[in-house]
């Protein structure tokens, strides 16, 4: 097996570095927003935190959660991604720029998701970011397994 990365490849090897730390900024920034949100909520309304000591009991509890409901979706099919961008690094992909706008396409998608969820929260907004950035994803996926047949 041969390790090596040819340098003609490595400046489009290292491009997935870009998407992969975007996503990673994107989690950051909506931890960030979950943090605010729910500290400003609980210090308005006066509420012991210890009450939040369960899921039921913090959906029952706190009025907005969709900062919360939103850091945990971002923990779902985001998470294929990181391992991907890895892959394609790792020169295990397609030689190809059309897997690195994929991956741009995905983050964002993923960006308009967070958005969406955080701000007006359409619900079939959100879905159409949800289902197309799955779709890109699993496209990529697509094309490395094509490449490894």
């Known amino acids: ?10 400046a489009l090897q290292t491009a997935y570095l870009q ?5 990673v900024a994107l989690v950051f920034v909506s931890f960030l927003v979950l943090v ?3 500290i400003t909520e609980l210090q308005r309304r006066g ?3 210890q009450q939040l000591d369960r899921r039921t ?3 029952a509890i706190v009025e907005d959660s969709r900062a919360s409901d939103h850091f945990a979706n971002i923990f779902e099919v985001p998470v ?3 391992p991907l961008c890895i892959v394609l690094m790792l020169g295990a992909g397609p030689e190809s720029a059309w ?9 964002a998608l ?3 998701q967070a958005v969406t969820h955080l701000t007006f929260n359409r619900v079939m907004t959100r879905f159409y970011c949800f289902f197309s950035s799955s779709l890109v994803l699993f496209a990529l996926y697509g094309a490395v397994i094509l490449r490894q047949i």
Not at 19 to 23: D, G
Not at 99 to 107: D, K, Q, R, T
């Open 1 to 10: 097996m041969n390790l090596q990365i040819p340098l003609a490849n490595v």
């Open 19 to 23: 998407p992969l730390l975007a996503m």
């Open 36 to 38: 605010v949100r729910r």
């Open 47 to 49: 509420i012991d935190p």
């Open 57 to 59: 009991a913090t959906a």
């Open 80 to 82: 294929l991604f990181y």
């Open 99 to 107: 897997m690195l706008y994929g991956c741009w396409a995905f983050v």
């Open 110 to 112: 993923r960006a308009l």
